[in-house]
């Protein structure tokens, strides 16, 4: 029996897709960085994976969040996965956090636990709100002639 979007699950999807959006992350950081660069900034690593968040890059992760919001309606495309992929998302950039300054955050008072729970927010409802948009889009039946038409 065939429903509409059957679910099916599929690892290599899955991983590919997260490592999309991880790569659409950083990229986004990255040019970001280098963009805000011109105004006497002075882009390190460390200013993207330090758990002590300057202002200047607290304003770029958040920009980088909202375009991986749209990130995720043109790679995931399904709304109700949007909150599995933006905790996914944070969660690894935590991982990789901890392994670039080979600790563990010592304190839940870090300034860059708050930006990360309000990034994954914002990242899951605008992500949602792009999907829906586009979930809901109308299917255009009618199109050109058809390779049965004689």
């Not at 944070?90 to 010592?106: D, E, G, K, R, V």
Request: with cysteine; net charge neutral; proline share 3%.
């Amino acid at each position: 029996m065939s429903s509409f979007r059957t679910f099916i699950w599929d690892p290599f999807l899955l991983l590919g897709q997260m490592a999309c959006l991880q790569s659409v992350f950083y990229t986004a950081q990255s040019i970001l960085m280098v963009l805000y660069g011109v105004t006497g900034y002075e882009p390190y690593l460390s200013h993207i994976f330090s758990f002590q968040m300057l202002r200047s890059s607290a304003v770029i992760q958040l920009l980088s969040v909202l375009l991986c919001s749209y990130a995720l309606s043109m790679i995931v495309q399904r709304a109700k996965h949007c909150l599995d992929f933006a905790c996914t998302l944070h969660f690894f950039h935590l991982l990789i956090c901890c392994l670039y300054n080979q600790a563990l955050p010592t304190s839940l008072s870090c300034k860059d636990f708050p930006l990360q729970i309000f990034g994954a927010i914002i990242c899951t409802i605008l992500g949602e709100y792009l999907c829906m948009r586009v979930e809901s889009q109308e299917i255009k039946l009618s199109g050109g002639p058809s390779k049965y038409d004689l």
